[in-house]
């Protein structure tokens, strides 16, 4: 419930705090005292539009802050889960609107979008009059009070679940089917393109090894005649060894005649045959090395360049060429054993269809028989609402053709005022004040069925009196045993059945200006504000009399 208001500089309020308590609390003043100044800003703090005018004269900006205590299952603890609002008792929620028409939403100190704040608005507080846009008039709304005053709602989410489990069911058979028309399309390519990929077998990195052979081989090709050549220069006939080894031979003989001048020859000349026959080794390594088959040079090549037409043709790189097999022999398996798999899928969407159809079909039963028992609860609450000759009907249009989350019905509330009258939507035949009444009606059946823990109800009495005013005060008492409600009236029966009385009054600020006020009244200046509603200007002491009488309950 609302615990309090705090609302500074909006309009002709500078500086404002009520407390509220559970019950029954209406505010009363006389017209253009700020009744409406008061609703717009509490409208504001639950994500109500926001307008620059609202902010107080000559100031830069004005703010309202509304603080709800509410049970730890209330639904409004799931929203702020769900956008990482911290959590930690009372629900606060503030807005700031600017001079230059912005504003800024903040709920527990958490800076959030407008949106999201009224999402939580919304679950807090339902205001009810005469206007469009404060009335619980939207027939998108009405499937879902049905659902509440049914007990419905676990049937309404399993038929969710359900819809969402067989829309799941049918994108996969959608996805499934489209693959398989695709691949069957180009089944000649894929069966072509498998066939030539498998016989080419293209490993990842065969290319850059191919390459770098046949480079090798071309650039032996090369130099393979100077190698010969050096070859022959050095171990050929041309050969300087067997030169070398005569002159040894020699010099051998005649090493003892003169060892000092020989010895030393004789080495540099074994060295130099040693030089000349490790160079011959190297020459003949390299020539070996250097040897090559041309037809294995040509099948290099034959590969290579079949590997990168095929990348060409696949407009690939050639390392992705066995990816590229693998995919079109999955296409190919797709198209082979699609119809297997087409069927599972079929079978698949007919199961999750036979659950949806099964969870929705409750929930209509539960919503059928609900819903003449609410035209009957609802229609025993308009005699005393002075709506004896009207009929409330819950219109529900059931077309199992017509599917989705929400299961098949289309739900509206309908009305008709007057005997021999067209029936109609509610929102489109009901005058202001019937349409008020009926949303009391509609509540006190409704209140301890999905309502918000706070309603409000702007002037639902104008242009009632007596027992009408009378049947609405109780009506709106009944609903308060049930969920906290705030009423302004003008109605001094209403007042007189509330637990808490606030007066709004304007009063001079300074000599320059005006500023609202919101009194707290009990006893004597309640039972004077009751007599001044119904006395008008000068209150007299019959007025008071009556007054005391309404409050005592014996009016």
Same mark, same amino acid.
């Given at each position: ?132 846009? *404060? /009335?619980?008039?939207?027939? $998108? @709304?009405?499937? &879902?009070?049905?659902?509440?005053? !049914?007990? %419905? #709602?676990? +049937? ?20 499934? *089917? /489209?693959?398989?028309?695709? $691949? @069957?399309?180009? &089944?000649?390519?894929?069966?072509? !393109?498998? %066939? #030539?990929? +498998? ?30 050549? &050096? ?6 006939? %041309? ?317």
């Amino acid at each position: 419930m609302l615990v309090q208001l705090s609302i500074r500089d909006i309009v002709l309020i500078d500086r404002l705090v009520l407390d509220f308590a559970p019950g029954l609390s209406v505010l009363t003043g006389e017209t253009g005292a700020g009744k409406s100044i008061l609703l717009d800003a509490f409208a504001l703090a639950l994500g109500g539009r926001g307008d620059g005018s609202l902010v107080r004269h000559g100031e830069s900006q004005g703010q309202v802050t509304a603080v709800f205590s509410v049970g730890p299952d209330h639904a409004v603890r799931a929203l702020l889960a769900a956008n990482d609002i911290p959590d930690e008792g009372d629900v606060i929620l503030r807005r700031i609107q600017f001079a230059d028409g912005r504003t800024r939403a903040l709920v527990n100190d958490q800076a959030v979008g407008v949106q999201i704040l009224r999402r939580i608005g919304e679950t807090l507080v339902e205001i009810h009059g005469q206007h469009d846009d *404060r /009335a619980m008039t939207d027939p $998108a @709304a009405h499937r &879902a009070i049905l659902d509440a005053f !049914a007990g %419905a #709602e676990p +049937e309404a989410r399993e038929t969710a679940e359900r819809w969402a489990g067989l829309k799941a069911a049918r994108d996969g058979l959608a996805e499934h *089917r /489209a693959r398989i028309e695709k $691949a @069957a399309k180009e &089944a000649d390519f894929l069966r072509h !393109a498998v %066939a #030539e990929l +498998e016989k080419l077998s293209v490993d990842v990195g065969e290319e850059e090894s191919l390459a770098t052979r046949r480079q090798a081989m071309m650039n032996a090709e090369k130099v393979v005649t100077e190698i010969n050549e &050096a070859h022959e220069a050095v171990g050929g006939s %041309a050969s300087p060894v067997p030169a070398f080894a005569a002159a040894m031979r020699r010099l051998e003989r005649r090493a003892q005649q003169a060892p000092d001048l020989i010895n030393p020859s004789l080495e540099a000349l074994e060295a130099a045959i040693d030089a000349i026959e490790t160079t011959r080794m190297v020459l003949e390594e390299a020539q070996r090395a250097a040897e090559f088959d041309p037809h294995e040079l040509e099948r290099i090549e034959e590969r290579l360049f079949a590997i990168r037409g095929a990348a060409r043709k696949y407009d690939v790189m050639a390392d992705d060429l066995p990816a590229v097999a693998a995919r079109f022999a999955d296409d190919l398996a797709a198209i082979d054993a699609g119809e297997a798999e087409l069927g599972r899928l079929e079978r698949a969407v007919a199961d999750q269809e036979a659950l949806y159809l099964s969870a929705a079909k409750a929930l209509s039963e539960k919503r059928r028989n609900a819903a003449a028992d609410l035209e009957e609860q609802v229609l025993t609450e308009l005699p005393p609402l002075k709506l004896e000759r009207a009929r409330f009907i819950l219109q529900v249009d059931t077309d199992e053709s017509v599917r989705g989350p929400d299961g098949f019905e289309r739900v509206e509330f309908w009305v008709q005022t007057n005997p021999g009258t067209r029936p109609g939507p509610l929102m489109k035949v009901a005058s202001g004040g019937e349409l008020s009444r009926f949303m009391l009606a509609l509540k006190v059946r409704l209140a301890d069925r999905g309502s918000a823990p706070t309603l409000v109800f702007d002037e639902i009495d104008t242009g009632v009196g007596g027992a009408v005013a009378d049947a609405i005060g109780a009506r709106l008492a009944r609903l308060a045993d049930r969920v906290q409600v705030l009423s302004v009236t003008h109605a001094p029966q209403v007042a007189a059945k509330a637990s808490r009385h606030y007066l709004i009054a304007k009063e001079a600020a300074d000599p320059e200006r005006v500023a609202t006020r919101v009194t707290a009244l009990e006893d004597e200046r309640r039972r004077e504000e009751i007599a001044r509603m119904l006395a008008g200007a000068t209150v007299t002491d019959e007025a008071r009399a009556a007054a005391g009488r309404l409050l005592a309950g014996t009016a």
